[in-house]
């Protein structure tokens, strides 16, 4: 369709996951990407399946947890780009420690890269962006739960929802928009991880499956597409319902 034709966009966990998944669609709609991920050999295969395609991609490093890295990276990326009209974070991690187990050590690791790299890549890109630019931030239905028995994850994903507000407020002068998707049980690395923590994680999960990669890049296509023009500050829960109390018995 086209959707992305002529923009320029930065993808961060470019080399697995829902930011491989953001990599391929939106190049395959016409953006040209910078694949940023902390592991070279992923993000170039990202970026090899995409230029194998036809498309226009390049691999950057950079280890989100680096206060300083964050800036250069996004400085470095426009540069390439020849500019900058969206920006999609997806990296996240969780340490799966409960509360009584809970360590500051680890609290920090997890918020340093949940919500400190977020904060920092969006206050970069903002100075950079065209007028008319899009954000998106990953959540999840986490951040509305406790049912994981993961404080850090559960509410760094909770913040992550208030971030996106205030990058919104921050960017509506520019016409730059923020949105945010929080997706529920997912088939990615990071959610087969937490189903090896507890195998009962997903019983009640509508439509009997967890969803994929593709279906929240569907979504963040139109999130950051011209689509959604007049679509702010909003979170989308992506969980088949699951929220809504539909569930499998």
């Not at 951040?143 to 407020?169: C, F, M, T, V």
């Not at 929240?216 to 023009?229: G, K, T």
Request: include cysteine; hydrophobic fraction near 45%.
């Amino acid at each position: 369709m086209g959707l992305l034709d002529g923009k320029v966009a930065l993808i961060t966990g470019a080399g697995g996951g829902l930011g491989e998944a953001y990599a391929k669609l939106f190049a395959r709609e016409g953006a040209a990407l910078a694949c940023l991920d902390v592991n070279k050999e992923a993000a170039d295969n990202t970026v090899a399946q995409i230029t194998g395609e036809g498309g226009k991609a390049f691999t950057d490093v950079v280890d989100v947890s680096d206060i300083a890295a964050i800036a250069p990276a996004v400085e470095r990326c426009a540069k390439h780009l020849g500019g900058l009209d969206g920006l999609a974070l997806n990296v996240g991690i969780s340490s799966g420690l409960s509360l009584p187990k809970m360590t500051a050590e680890a609290w920090d690791r997890d918020y340093a890269v949940n919500v400190r790299s977020h904060m920092l890549f969006a206050q970069k890109a903002l100075d950079l962006m065209a007028p008319g630019g899009a954000i998106i931030l990953i959540s999840s239905m986490a951040s509305q739960r406790a049912g994981g028995r993961n404080p850090a994850y559960e509410s760094s994903k909770a913040a992550q929802i208030a971030l996106g507000r205030a990058i919104a407020r921050a960017g509506e002068d520019k016409g730059i928009r923020c949105n945010v998707i929080a997706p529920g049980f997912m088939d990615t690395p990071m959610g087969r991880d937490a189903s090896r923590r507890r195998s009962d994680r997903a019983l009640t999960v509508p439509f009997g499956r967890q969803g994929t990669g593709w279906e929240v890049a569907y979504a963040a296509l139109f999130l950051i597409s011209n689509e959604s023009s007049y679509v702010n500050a909003h979170t989308l829960f992506l969980d088949a319902g699951h929220m809504g109390g539909i569930v499998r018995s």
